[in-house]
Nanobody, 126 residues
């Protein structure tokens, strides 16, 4: 059974940085996308970034390109989201997700993912 356990997050001032972690277990993740989504208050869950486990390709939403970096530690089966230059509009609950996915070039819809972390709050203050 796939389990995704998140850590990190919290409160930070605008312009600051945070790192989120997502520890995955339960199977081999070859062929999987490990992806971060977020849901801001009164908004739909949106794609943030994805890491293709097999070849290390990364994908980013336009809104975070150049500020966020997704990476992995193979030994720890963990995916990270380094968030720099945080803005007020980055405030949201962040979720990691995993699945093989079929979307091109990357599965970016929440409905593409069967496995989810518990979510972690990120709050950016002025």
């Amino acid at each position: 059974q796939v389990q995704l356990v998140q850590s990190g997050g919290g409160l930070v001032q605008a312009g600051g940085s945070l790192r989120l972690s997502c520890a995955a277990s339960g199977r081999s993740f070859g062929g999987y996308y490990m992806t971060w989504f977020r849901r801001a208050p009164e908004k739909e869950r949106e794609f943030v970034a994805a890491f293709k486990w097999t070849d290390g390709r990364t994908y980013y939403a336009d809104s975070v390109q150049g500020r966020f970096t997704i990476s992995r530690d193979i030994a720890k089966n963990t995916v990270y989201l380094q968030m720099n230059s945080l803005k007020l509009e980055d405030t949201a609950i962040y979720y990691c997700a995993a699945d093989t996915g079929m979307g091109a070039p990357v599965p970016s819809s929440a409905s593409d993912y069967a496995y989810w972390g518990q979510g972690t709050q990120v709050t950016v203050s002025s």
